[in-house]
């Protein structure tokens, strides 16, 4: 069965980091492309970034929606089929709910969405609350 749990949020100071985690089972994580999303409340859902999967001659390279700063960075774990989005010099604004997300496409080919539409598979999200 394929699931997907992220973790790792919590509240933090202005200026801290987190990172976060999205964990998946049931399929190996890597091969998929993947979207990491937040939604603050009342607003809509937002992309920070997504990363494709890996392909028999290279491996998913993230790219940032325009919003997002260099302050958010996405990796995977080949150790533990996880996805990481470490995020530095958190901000109030940051506040949200942060998902995980793929359409569990293998072998797409080289490249990632970060329109939450195209992604039909979600984790239940995580709490990132920035609050001095």
């Known amino acids: 069965q394929v699931q997907l749990v992220e973790s790792g949020g919590g509240v933090v100071n202005p200026g801290g980091s987190l990172r976060l985690t999205c964990a998946g089972s049931?399929?190996?994580?890597?091969?998929?492309?993947f979207g990491w999303f937040r939604q603050a409340p009342g607003k809509e859902r937002e992309a920070v970034g997504c990363?494709?999967?890996?392909?028999?001659?290279?491996?998913?390279?993230?790219i940032y929606s325009a919003s997002a700063e260099s302050r958010f960075t996405i990796s995977k774990d080949y150790t533990d089929n996880t996805l990481h989005l470490q995020i530095d010099f958190l901000k109030p604004e940051d506040t949200a709910v942060y998902f995980c997300?793929?359409?569990?496409?293998?072998?797409?080919?080289?490249?990632?969405?970060?329109?939450?539409?195209?992604?039909?598979?979600w984790g239940q999200g995580t709490q990132v609350t920035v609050a001095s």
């Open positions: 997300a793929t359409d569990l496409v293998l072998n797409a080919g080289p490249g990632c969405f970060i329109d939450p539409r195209k992604y039909d598979r």
């Open positions: 049931g399929f190996h994580l890597p091969y998929y492309r």
């Open positions: 990363i494709d999967g890996d392909g028999r001659s290279y491996r998913g390279v993230p």
